[in-house]
């Protein structure tokens, strides 16, 4: 795990070993154990590094026999040795013993079509040389970052945007179009991010750019669904198979490893086969009250036999980090358990460098309960369209608090307008209520069901069930889940691993009929059907929690008065109606509804405001702790 940076100038200019280490020296965090740049005329390349597979020999960049294909990597190659072995037998030959390498001469051996033989997670640019092409790309489900920027002499790249703003490409503007979706889905939707100008190469993706300055980007990968009818247990079957071989493969390092342990099915899983191969750390946090994770973390650890660390997050604890978390987000991710994260992987890095996660379980198997909603409205699916229409006018006139209005509202509203992924925060009638310029001002711009759209019109021959895990597949997963899980644990210099996310076994969860994922009411069914006998059985049956940040609570009491505070401080009068954040803070406080999450929204694009758009140009401003309770 690293970090990576780089400048192409689109003429003979040569970039400076300075400014290729401002770039990798603001995101020193990601690789604390090294660095190394390689200029050329035209190019070059910066890089930090985590030391995790050959510890000594693995430095970067890294070129070929004969200097003509350089590479700066960020990620690991699971399946590296089977490729090695296989270009070994085709006459290339290795001075390492490094995944890096492998993939140098997968490309000198296929070309472009090199990245569809990785397992893994990476994002990655390759310099030829000879042919002065840089080809860049991101992994499969986009566990990796990968941002650029371009300009008519130069294109820029790094495994953080602080790398770009190092490089002075781009001046501190907010991409408006960016921040009105922010507000809908809590996260800035690939490929665009909060600032103008700068962008994301999407998950499944590869970047081409000629000495000229032409630009490609093509995907090379689909999470499409595709199911088939199997029995059962033949799946039951495949999936431990399956399962068991990626946790395998994502256990290979040179360093200490560990596991993230809450207390659901998916990390439970994980830690279940890691133990069964050698003796383990487990790590969690919880909050105080009711759903404190940390007590069922505990009895799961001591059933499996893991040495088990954990902590217990003060309200307190838990303000004071958010600022320093938003500095390593590098664009707003308004998800509370970000900050729970945050502190789990600082517990975590005392003791291993490696962690095993648990994330993507759900898209894969259907975890979500809002998978459930298309069964309980299949009664009303069967009703032809004028008469559906006719229902949600009728549904929209009843007073609020009718019982039967809100299953009339969404029964009657088509899928691709009433799922825009697991978050929806404001809805558009809320957004033109709080948001400078109001309707109007957002018509101007992409609306949330557009990006949406674009998802949704490659899977009209799937079940509803399918689509909707399509949508977080590409818009939830890699714009919420797999943002903060990079950003908190490289905060710490912390290497975290999805065994979930394995390309391997999606071939086989995409082939799961619906019916199976989601079956007696029970979200993730063949999955837990499958941890039978492998997990714990108090853990089987339980409800998903994530991470339960009281947040409801806290913004009622003191933290709520300097939440609101900062959010006035932030300086984003000219996109927020301040007046109308104060009403809703004050409605929140009393008790008039839950305003909780749209407060936190606004409070985190704020504290990124103060961060990224208030300092002088060029200079973001590291975090001071916050000053809530």
């Known amino acids: 795990m690293c970090g990576i940076a780089g400048l192409m100038y689109f003429?003979?200019?040569?970039?400076?070993?300075?400014?290729?280490?401002?770039?990798?020296?603001?995101?020193?965090?990601?690789?604390?154990?090294?660095?190394?740049?390689w200029t050329d005329p035209g190019i070059g390349l910066g890089f930090r590094r985590l030391s995790i597979i050959?510890?000594?020999?693995?430095?970067?960049?890294?070129?070929?026999?004969?200097?003509?294909?350089?590479?700066?990597?960020?990620?690991?190659?699971?399946?590296?040795?089977?490729?090695?072995?296989?270009?070994?037998?085709?006459?290339?030959?290795?001075?390492?013993?490094?995944?890096?390498?492998?993939?140098?001469?997968?490309?000198e051996e296929?070309?472009?079509?090199?990245?569809?033989?990785?397992?893994?997670?990476?994002g990655f640019v390759i310099w030829d040389r000879r042919k002065k092409l840089l080809f860049g790309a991101r992994d499969h489900f986009g566990i990796k970052p990968f941002y650029y920027s371009t300009s008519p002499e130069r294109f820029a790249f790094g495994s953080e945007i602080k790398s770009l703003l190092a490089a002075g490409d781009c001046g501190q503007a907010v991409e408006r179009e960016a921040f009105y979706n922010y507000l809908t889905f809590q996260y800035v939707p690939e490929p665009m991010t909060m600032f103008a100008g700068i962008r994301k190469l999407p998950p499944g993706h590869t970047i081409t750019v000629t000495p000229d300055g032409e630009m490609s980007i093509e995907r090379y990968w689909d999470p499409m669904f595709a199911p088939v009818s199997r029995s059962l247990d033949d799946y039951v079957e495949e999936i431990r198979e399956k399962l068991k071989d990626s946790v395998i493969h994502h256990m290979q390092s040179d360093v200490e490893r560990g596991c993230f342990l809450s207390s659901g099915i998916d990390s439970?899983?994980?830690?279940?086969?890691?133990?069964?191969?050698?003796?383990?750390?487990?790590?969690?946090?919880?909050?105080?009250?009711?759903n404190n994770e940390t007590v069922i973390a505990r009895e799961t650890a001591q059933a499996l036999g893991t040495e088990h660390y954990d902590k217990v997050i003060s309200e307190r604890d838990f303000f004071a980090s958010v600022p320093k978390a938003i500095w390593h987000q590098d664009e707003p991710v308004a998800d509370p358990s970000a900050i729970a994260?945050?502190?789990?992987?600082?517990?975590?890095?005392?003791?291993?460098?490696?962690?095993?996660?648990?994330?993507?379980?759900?898209?894969?198997?259907?975890?979500?309960?809002?998978?459930?909603?298309?069964?309980?409205?299949?009664?009303?699916?069967?009703?032809?369209?004028?008469?559906?229409?006719?229902?949600?006018?009728?549904?929209?006139?009843?007073?609020?608090?009718?019982?039967?209005?809100?299953?009339?509202?969404?029964?009657?509203?088509?899928?691709?307008?009433?799922?825009?992924?697991?978050?929806?925060?404001?809805?558009?009638?809320?957004?033109?209520?709080?948001?400078?310029?109001?309707?109007?001002?957002?018509r101007q711009h992409l609306q949330p069901v557009q990006i949406a759209e674009q998802f949704y019109s490659r899977t009209r021959h799937l079940d509803p069930v399918s689509r909707m895990q399509y949508i977080d597949m590409n818009l939830w997963l890699p714009g919420d889940i797999l943002m903060k899980a990079d950003k908190m644990t490289m905060a710490h210099s912390l290497e975290l691993r999805v065994p979930f996310l394995d390309k391997e076994l999606f071939e086989l969860a995409r082939q799961i009929p619906a019916d199976y994922r989601l079956m007696q009411g029970t979200t993730k069914y063949i999955f837990r059907k499958a941890m039978e006998g492998i997990i714990p059985e108090f853990i089987l049956q339980r409800p998903k929690l994530g991470f339960p940040v009281p947040m409801r609570d806290w913004l009622k009491g003191k933290s709520g008065e300097v939440v609101l505070e900062q959010i006035l401080s932030g300086g984003i009068g000219d996109f927020v109606n301040l007046d109308a954040v104060e009403q809703m803070a004050r409605k929140h406080r009393q008790g008039e509804g839950d305003y909780a999450r749209r407060l936190w929204v606004l409070y985190v694009f704020a504290l990124w405001h103060s961060t990224y758009m208030m300092g002088q140009s060029g200079q973001v401003i590291r975090p001071a702790s916050s000053g809530a309770v």
Not at 11 to 37: A, N, V, W
Not at 110 to 122: H, I, N, S, T
């Open 341 to 442: 994260l945050y502190h789990v992987a600082e517990l975590a890095r005392q003791h291993v460098t490696v962690v095993l996660s648990g994330e993507g379980a759900d898209e894969l198997f259907g975890g979500y309960r809002i998978y459930r909603e298309p069964l309980a409205l299949r009664p009303l699916s069967w009703l032809p369209l004028p008469v559906k229409r006719l229902l949600h006018r009728m549904a929209a006139w009843l007073p609020a608090g009718v019982p039967g209005k809100n299953y009339l509202l969404r029964g009657t509203t088509p899928l691709e307008e009433r799922f825009l992924g697991n978050a929806k925060i404001f809805t558009e009638d809320m957004k033109a209520e709080i948001v400078q310029g109001g309707r109007e001002l957002l």
């Open 11 to 37: 003429s003979e200019r040569e970039p400076s070993i300075e400014q290729l280490k401002g770039m990798t020296d603001i995101i020193e965090h990601r690789g604390p154990d090294d660095s190394g740049f």
């Open 110 to 122: 296929y070309g472009r079509e090199c990245v569809k033989k990785l397992r893994g997670m990476f």
């Open 268 to 290: 439970t899983t994980i830690a279940s086969y890691m133990r069964s191969i050698e003796p383990i750390r487990t790590f969690s946090v919880g909050f105080e009250g009711a």
């Open 54 to 107: 050959d510890l000594q020999e693995g430095h970067q960049p890294l070129a070929n026999e004969d200097d003509s294909v350089w590479i700066v990597f960020n990620g690991e190659i699971y399946n590296y040795k089977e490729l090695r072995q296989e270009l070994e037998g085709k006459g290339h030959q290795f001075r390492t013993q490094s995944d890096t390498e492998t993939i140098v001469h997968l490309y």
